[in-house]
Every structure is written in structure tokens, then in C-alpha cells.
Nanobody
Framework: QVQLVESGGGLVQAGDSLRLSCAAS??????LGWFRQAPGKEREFVAG????????YYADSAKGRFTISRDNAKNTVYLQMNSLKPEDTAVYYC?????????????????WGQGTQVTVSS
């Protein structure tokens, strides 16, 4: 079992920044991904990181604006989001894969956090 707790969401204006955190506890895992889900839309991949080695992968919508990083000592993964846009408004979730590389399909992840709301006003 892996327990994931997201934090850092909130209400910001377009162009602002937010840093989301995902604190993990429990068994070890291979990869962690950030996903988001806007009302009426499917959950979509945002960014992912390999726990060992730290390699990263981003969705096109996140490239150049978002940065995923990890703090091994704190067992925490961060998602730094800059230049936020109203279309970034969603509930953001972190999820982990017990084994395997970063994948973009939500079905590829084994454990999920409860989500944190990000709202970007225009």
C-alpha cells in the first residue's frame, strides 16, 4: 500500500504560480504521475517522474510551464506550475506505479491521492 496526500492547490489569477506537493508513505514505488481532471472532462496526464534516477516526462500542455521534481529525503514530489491559465483549472491528483516506467494512462497507476483543487481565474 502507498498513501498519497496532495496539497498546495488554491485560487489564483491567470499568470500566477502554484506549487503542488504529493507526500508519499508506505511501500516503495517506481514512478509517480500528476494528473488533472476538469469538470465534464476525462482525467489527463500532466507530468511524471521516475523515483530512481529522476527522469521526467511532460504532457504537451505542461511543457515549458510546469516542472516536476522530487525530494527523496521527504518522500515528496512537487509540481511547480507557472504562467497558469484558466484552462489549467482542475482537480489535480498524484498517483504512483508500483513497477514500471512513466505512462500517461491513468489505468497504469496503482495508488491515488485524494486530489487538490486548482482554480485559475481570468
Amino acid at each position: 500500500q502507498v498513501q498519497l496526500v496532495e496539497s498546495g492547490g488554491g485560487l489564483v489569477q491567470a499568470g500566477d504560480s502554484l506549487r503542488l506537493s504529493c507526500a508519499a508513505s508506505g511501500r516503495t514505488f517506481s514512478s509517480l504521475g500528476w494528473f488533472r481532471q476538469a469538470p465534464g472532462k476525462e482525467r489527463e496526464f500532466v507530468a511524471g517522474i521516475r523515483w530512481s534516477g529522476g527522469s521526467t516526462y511532460y504532457a504537451d500542455s505542461a511543457k515549458g510551464r510546469f516542472t516536476i521534481s522530487r525530494d527523496n529525503a521527504k518522500n515528496t514530489v512537487y509540481l511547480q506550475m507557472n504562467s497558469l491559465k484558466p484552462e489549467d483549472t482542475a482537480v489535480y491528483y498524484c498517483a504512483v506505479r508500483k513497477i514500471g516506467l512513466i505512462v500517461t494512462m491513468s489505468s497504469g497507476y496503482d495508488y491515488w491521492g485524494q486530489g487538490t483543487q486548482v482554480t485559475v481565474s481570468s
